[in-house]
């Protein structure tokens, strides 16, 4: 039941965070408790690592998992009366695909996360998909309060300091956010982590030319 009371207020603790506005003000330090404890409100999917840690940067594996996804402004409730339907119990986190906007960063889609792959199948079902996603390594800066375009921006600058120290890999270029807490949590101590998803660096075929080795076609040296 508690999961179940956790997906509605989730849904409006997230509304705001598909599309983030610039804030009016810079934010105060008093958003930052240096006693910020994460508070779990779900399980996480199996063999996910732990939430955190809060305020830094950190490289992350997960293993492959199972996930439902839905696209647009009713995507959270389309996956919610999925789960539902399908008596499958609400985890932590929310995972948000992420864009850059006009107006700040948007939601790609949203995906529910399974507790593994052996739960239900994979699939379309009307507007839901269900899917296996492959394991994946990311940089992740974790973080509290409203998600803003400042606040993630911040975020986005921090893992990217990280990514230039990285020898063997290099970002795809694709962005997630990961919300933790529902509006049941005070705003300055619901937690989420914004996320660049990694690659490893692809070296050069010994083989292949250097820029500028290359004769036109039809030419000979």
Do not use: C
């Not at 959270?76 to 539902?84: D, K, R, V």
């Amino acid at each position: 039941m508690r999961h179940l009371l956790f997906a509605p207020m989730l849904a409006l603790a997230l509304g705001s965070s598909v599309h983030a506005e610039p804030p009016q003000e810079e934010r105060p330090e008093a958003d930052r408790p240096t006693d910020f404890e994460i508070v779990k409100e779900a399980e996480q999917p199996e063999g996910w690592p732990e939430p955190g840690p809060v305020f830094a940067v950190t490289v992350k594996k997960y293993p492959a998992y199972r996930a439902a996804y839905a696209e647009g402004n009713a995507a959270f409730w389309l996956l919610f009366a999925h789960i539902t339907s399908k008596e499958i119990p609400m985890t932590a986190p929310v995972e948000m695909a992420m864009q850059e906007a006009p107006r700040g960063y948007a939601m790609v889609n949203m995906g529910f996360l399974y507790q593994s792959t052996d739960v239900g199948e994979t699939g379309e079902e009307g507007k839901v998909q269900v899917i296996d996603v492959p394991a994946m390594t990311v940089l992740s800066y974790g973080t509290n309060g409203p998600v803003t375009r400042e606040t993630y921006e911040a975020g986005l600058e921090q893992i990217e300091a990280e990514l230039a120290k990285l020898e063997d890999w290099q970002s795809t270029g694709k962005l997630r956010l990961l919300g933790f807490n529902s509006p049941m949590i005070p705003e300055a101590f619901r937690f989420y982590e914004i996320q660049v998803i990694l690659e490893p660096k692809k070296e050069p075929a010994e083989d292949q030319p250097e820029p500028g080795d290359q004769q036109p076609e039809g030419q000979e040296q």
